[in-house]
C-alpha cells in the first residue's frame, strides 16, 4: 500500500517527500515478516510456514500500469507488469510445483488483488501450471465511490476524489484493468474497476475481502477528518452511513471480514489475531476459506460447520467492536476507550439515548460491551 500519484505534479511531491513509494534504490536489504507474512506460529498461525514473497510498492499506480519511461513522461508507471515479472522469476523458484498460490495485499496492494488476480491466473495458465489454484486476499482496498462530505478541487492526491483522481490516474499510468470487468463499461469508463463492489462480480478467481466498516483512507478522501475537534452531527450521520454503504456492498460478497472499527490495513499488523469479528478472528475465518476451497473442489459441500467466511459486523457506530484496535488521541497520545472516543467525536450520549428509547446508563452499558 501507498496512495499513488496521478499527474506530474504531485508525482514530482511524491518522489521528494516520500521516494521509498518510488523507487527502489534506498529500500533495505532485508525486512522482518509481521502479521501474514511472520514466520511464528503465535503471529500467524495458519500461513506461518508457507513459502512467502513481499513484493513492496513502488510503482504509484495502484498496482495497474504498464508504461514505461519516455521523452513525454519522465515517470514509468509499471505495476502490472511488476506482479508479471516477478510471477516468471517465481516458477523458476518452486511457485510451478505450488497447490495454492494466495495474492496479497493491503490499502492500494488490496486493489491491485482484485486488479490482478484473474490476470495471473490466467499468465500461470498459459505458461502451462492449470493445476495452480490462484486466488486473492484483499484487505483494506475496497473503496466506495461515494460522495464526499465536502466537495473539494482535484487538487492533491488526499484531498481528490476518488473517481476523479483514479480517472485522470488510468491515463497517465496507462493502467491495464481486467478484460471482463472492462466489457461492463463504456469507453472511458474503465475507473469503475478500481471499485471493490464494481469489479468483484467479474472476478473468476476467489477473493476474500478484508475491509474495516469505517476505513480512514475513504474518511480521509471523503474529508472526513477527524481531529482535535467534536465531530459536527452531520459528519456524525456521514460516518454511520459509511458503515451502512459499506455493508452493503460486501452482503453478496462470498468470503469476508468487515469489523466495525475505525482504522487502517490489519493482514500485516501484528496484532491481526486480536481482532473478532461475531466471536470469530481473522486468521481463523481465512482457515475457514482455506478449508471451504479445498472441500469444494472435492465434493462441492455446504459450508463447513461451526467456520463461519462472510463476517460483517452489524452494529452501527465507529469501534462499536470491542476488540477493535485501541485508539490514541491525536494530540495527547493517550489511549481513549469506546465512551471517551465517543464523547471526542461528539456523540451526545442523552440525545442518542432518547432517541434510542433507552436510560442514558443502559445505552453506555451497551457501548462499552460492544452491543
Not at 523458476?92 to 505450488?98: D, H, I, Q, V
Not at 462530505?149 to 476524489?161: S, V
Not at 466471536?279 to 478449508?291: I, K, Q, V
Request: aromatic content about 10%; some cysteine.
Amino acid at each position: 500500500g501507498g496512495w499513488y500519484c496521478f499527474n506530474r505534479e504531485n508525482c514530482d511531491t511524491r518522489y521528494d517527500t516520500m521516494r521509498r513509494l518510488m523507487s527502489s534504490r534506498e529500500w533495505p536489504a532485508t525486512r522482518v515478516g509481521t502479521g501474514i507474512l511472520s514466520s511464528q506460529p503465535e503471529e500467524n498461525p495458519h500461513w506461518w510456514n508457507a513459502n512467502m514473497v513481499f513484493i513492496p510498492y513502488c510503482s504509484s499506480d495502484v498496482w495497474s500500469g504498464a508504461s514505461s519511461k519516455s521523452e513525454k513522461n519522465e515517470y514509468a508507471f509499471m505495476g502490472a507488469l511488476i506482479i508479471q515479472e516477478v510471477i516468471k522469476e517465481l516458477v523458476g523458484k518452486g511457485l510451478s510445483t505450488a497447490k495454492v498460490l494466495l495474492l496479497a495485499g493491503s490499502s492500494a496492494g488490496g486493489t491491485g488483488v482484485l486488479l490482478n488476480v484473474d490476470r495471473v491466473a490466467e499468465q500461470l495458465e498459459e505458461m502451462g501450471y492449470q493445476g495452480i489454484q490462484v486466488r486473492g486476499l484483499a484487505d483494506s482496498g475496497w473503496f466506495l465511490d461515494n460522495k464526499q462530505y465536502r466537495r473539494t478541487d482535484c487538487i492533491d492526491t488526499i484531498t481528490c476524489a476518488p473517481t476523479e483522481a483514479i480517472r485522470r490516474g488510468i491515463r497517465y499510468w496507462k493502467g491495464l484493468v481486467p478484460e471482463r470487468c472492462k466489457l461492463q463499461f463504456k469507453e472511458g469508463e474503465e475507473w469503475n474497476c478500481f471499485f471493490g463492489y464494481k469489479i468483484y462480480p467479474t472476478l473468476r478467481c476467489p477473493v476474500f475481502v478484508v475491509q474495516w466498516l469505517f476505513d480512514e483512507a475513504q474518511l480521509t478522501v471523503d474529508n472526513v477528518h477527524l481531529t482535535g475537534q467534536p465531530v459536527q452531527e452531520g459528519q456524525w450521520l456521514y460516518i454511520q452511513n459509511l458503515g451502512r454503504e459499506l455493508r452493503n456492498t460486501l452482503k453478496d460478497v462470498t468470503a469476508s471480514f468487515a469489523p466495525a472499527c475505525l482504522s487502517h490495513e490489519i493482514i500485516t499488523r501484528n496484532h491481526w489475531t486480536d481482532i473478532q469479528v461475531k466471536g470469530t478472528s481473522l486468521p481463523r475465518a481465512l482457515h475457514c476459506w482455506d478449508r471451504s476451497l479445498h472441500e469444494s473442489n472435492k465434493n462441492g459441500k455446504a459450508p463447513l460447520k461451526g467456520c463461519p467466511i462472510h463476517l460483517i459486523d452489524s452494529c452501527p457506530w465507529p469501534h462499536c467492536n470491542p476488540s477493535c484496535p485501541t485508539i490514541r488521541d491525536q494530540f495527547t497520545g493517550q489511549e481513549m476507550n469506546v465512551i471517551q472516543f465517543l464523547m471526542h467525536m461528539g456523540f451526545d450520549v442523552q440525545k442518542m439515548a432518547q432517541q434510542q428509547g433507552l436510560e442514558p446508563s443502559k445505552l453506555l452499558g451497551m457501548l462499552s460491551s460492544g452491543n
